[in-house]
């Protein structure tokens, strides 16, 4: 059936405005975190595969962080250990880290990367040990926390040399020590720190919710500047696990990223979404 006038009048203008975002877009780095809590199977994710191949094939440079606490809790629960948590961060001793590096540097990753091929695009999936992207020192505490580590340096060498050669470089969130050993990494905190790094144009962190929420309103904050981000920590409104999504747009954004976001990555399209549209979605987190 032939579309109507008007309907064919909006999309023109629909096209024309992502059209002109496309081309301001083109070379440009975006880096995304995409969590656990969303990578479910559900439509959201696999328009987030589709949107992170159109982005490569219209020029951008999309790098995708991921976790994957979830499935790590699942395969823990399978082998009979129990998980246990400090303010958020697992404990992570030896046999959980060797469970850690199974499920995201194997399984996680690589379920990624043959989800972007599939699309039709190109990946290749790495762990923040690889090229000592993400070097890390074990985390200090008043508590034991075994092998969780805090980022002390990023290599971005790998990724550049990746995208640069038409790849998505898909990177689990394991870091390496100075010895070599390996550390469980917050991969919110890992992917704002290769957002700082990498001197990315935008930060985009996917979650399970649509941003950031002020008390009890009902709709996510539309932009937050970082002054009252921090405020927002400091008196307990974002607080459990939007503290470390927000610290790390605080981290990138002191860094130098022009622009953070917090969307929620169960939306159809949303970073196409938020890329390509005046609006956009989520929370957007600026100096």
Excluded at 47 to 73: N, Q, R, S
Aim: hydrophobic share 45%.
């Amino acid at each position: 059936m032939a579309m109507q006038v008007h309907e064919a009048i909006d999309l023109g203008r629909s096209l024309a405005q992502a059209l002109r975002y496309v081309s301001a877009w083109k070379r440009k780095s975006v880096v995304v975190k995409y969590g656990g809590s969303v990578m479910s199977g559900g439509e959201g994710e696999g328009t987030l595969i589709e949107d992170l191949v159109l982005l490569k094939g219209a020029g951008i440079d999309p790098a995708l962080v991921h976790g994957g606490g979830p499935e790590i809790t699942r395969m823990l629960e399978r082998l009979g250990k129990p998980s246990r948590f400090v303010d958020g961060l697992r404990v992570t001793d030896e046999d959980t880290m060797e469970v850690v590096e199974m499920v995201l540097a194997g399984h996680a990753n690589k379920t990624i990367v043959s989800q972007i091929t599939t699309a039709g695009g190109q990946a290749v999936g790495i762990s923040g040990k690889d090229g000592r992207t993400f070097q890390a020192r074990k985390m200090p505490g008043p508590e034991e926390l075994g092998q969780v580590g805090e980022i002390q340096a990023v290599d971005t060498t790998l990724i550049q040399l990746l995208s640069g050669s038409g790849f998505i470089p898909v990177v689990a969130s394991i870091g390496i020590g100075s010895d070599g050993s390996s550390y469980n990494l917050n991969a919110d905190h890992a992917a704002g720190a290769l957002a700082a790094a990498m001197g990315a144009n935008k930060f985009i962190l996917l979650t399970d919710v649509p941003g950031v929420f002020r008390g009890d309103e009902r709709a996510p904050i539309s932009i937050l500047r970082t002054e009252e981000a921090r405020h927002l920590i400091d008196d307990g409104v974002i607080n459990k696990g939007m503290i470390p999504k927000v610290e790390a747009c605080l981290a990138a954004v002191a860094a130098g990223v022009p622009t953070t976001h917090i969307i929620s990555g169960t939306q159809p399209h949303a970073l196409l979404v938020e890329l390509f549209t005046e609006e956009g979605v989520g929370t957007m987190i600026v100096p």
